[in-house]
């Protein structure tokens, strides 16, 4: 019998009830406003930031409207501004050259490799080249993480600041140092799909007490930041506040009261969802015409979604396998579609950006397939899809041959 899957890959897991009762709270109080604090009251969002800086071991964290929003916040702070021009990957989501060009910069993309992380030897050739770009955004794409050591050691000598992308790395490590701890300034998204989910949502973080000060005015703190638990102190703010416009993206506390719970228990979800991606790993490795990324042992891996490679295979081929899993409950992404659909895009849709061709990203991209793996899934739904997909792609690469 064909076996069919009948899960949801974007169904989530449910809010904790504990933040579901501190939601309540919040909104039965009503001051949701993260500076509207009752006489001698601490607001929700202040207590994010304490415990998210705790939780990453920096001195000082800010929580924002979103995930591009920090990225953009962070470019801003470390001084990015109209026509500059910034490094980043070329396989990424579209928030990420977005940010960059919000704050009328540039993109320059560096190279992918076939482990889905930014390639070094690209990324030394284009730091040295003559007004190279003096910051690098460097996304964690998909929760694969570089070499971070190698890719400090170039970018320290060449004298360029790094803002990690930690969208997908929230709770993962290089090398015992957790994603996020590496670079000046690091941002992760709490939208939906992410480690933590408040609907929408971001956090900054960076141990720079002048960044993290811009950052604070940026996101439009008024003159209120003393009342941030995770912030610089005061006298920081006197160098900074006269000249740092105001681009509102604060957070507000009924998301921050979600979220808090979920920081607690990340730990947790993490190994859940490491479980379900070795199951899937292990169901596919080994199929014929099937690349599995390989983990590198100093990764600490969070994977919260799966990608596997078809590399040089046709089109054609590749349309068949995703054609195919979907029939069978199965939903792949793609991102090697000429035209950008749903949350897939590659560097050559973002126009804006005027990139020349990357032939080694163009080859990743061609072949690279993508799945949701959400915690409402069980380890057996996980080893049925990668029977599922085993299945398909068996059958339409022997058809191939
Ligand atoms: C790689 C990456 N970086 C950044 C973001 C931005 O997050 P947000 O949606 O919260 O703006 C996303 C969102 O999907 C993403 O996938």
Not at 67 to 79: E, P
Not at 155 to 174: F, L, N, P, Q, S
Not at 372 to 379: N, Y
Request: glycine content about 8%.
């Amino acid at each position: 019998m064909t076996e069919r899957f009948t899960g949801n890959f974007t169904q989530q897991e449910p809010i904790p009830d504990e933040g579901i009762a501190a939601a309540l709270d919040v909104l039965r109080h009503g001051r949701l406003h993260r500076y509207n604090v009752a006489k001698g009251e601490v607001s929700q969002t202040a207590l994010l930031e304490q415990e998210f800086a705790a939780l990453m071991g920096s001195k000082y964290a800010l929580a924002v409207a979103s995930g591009g929003y920090a990225m953009a916040t962070a470019l801003r702070a470390v001084g990015v501004g109209p026509g500059d021009r910034v490094l980043t990957n070329a396989f990424t989501l579209a928030p990420v050259p977005g940010a960059i060009s919000s704050v009328g910069a540039v993109p320059v993309f560096v190279e992918v490799t076939e482990a889905l992380t930014l390639d070094l030897d690209d990324l030394a050739v284009k730091v040295a080249e003559p007004d190279a770009p003096r910051v690098l955004l460097l996304s964690h794409m998909r929760g694969h993480i570089c070499d971070m050591d190698r890719l400090m050691a170039i970018t320290d000598a060449a004298g360029v600041k790094v803002i990690e992308d930690c969208a997908h790395t929230m709770g993962a490590r290089w090398n015992g140092t957790l994603s996020g701890r590496h670079g000046a300034m690091a941002a992760y998204s709490t939208q939906t799909y992410k480690h933590a989910n408040s609907g929408e949502g971001g956090l900054l973080i960076s141990d720079d007490p002048d960044l993290m000060a811009r950052a604070i005015v940026l996101s439009g703190s008024y003159m209120l930041y003393e009342r941030h638990l995770a912030g610089p102190p005061s006298e920081v703010f006197e160098r900074v506040k006269y000249v740092t416009p105001n681009i509102s993206g604060r957070m507000d506390n009924l998301r921050a009261a979600i979220l808090r719970p979920q920081l607690a228990g990340l730990a947790e979800r993490c190994a859940a969802w490491n479980a379900r991606y070795r199951v899937v790993e292990d169901g596919l490795r080994d199929t014929p015409g099937l690349t599995v990324i390989e983990r590198p042992a100093e990764e600490g891996y969070v994977m919260s979604s799966f990608q596997f490679l078809l590399l040089d295979w046709a089109e054609g081929g590749v349309q068949e396998v995703v054609r195919r899993c979907a029939s069978r409950g199965v939903e792949l992404k793609w991102f090697g579609g000429a035209e950008p659909t749903g949350f897939t895009s590659r560097y050559d849709s973002w126009r804006y950006a005027d990139a020349p061709r990357m032939p080694k990203t163009d080859r990743v991209l061609r072949g690279i397939l993508d799945l949701r793996v959400p915690l409402t899934f069980s380890l057996d739904d996980c080893a049925q899809i990668a029977r599922i997909i085993r299945d398909v792609v068996g059958l339409v690469y022997q058809q191939a041959e």
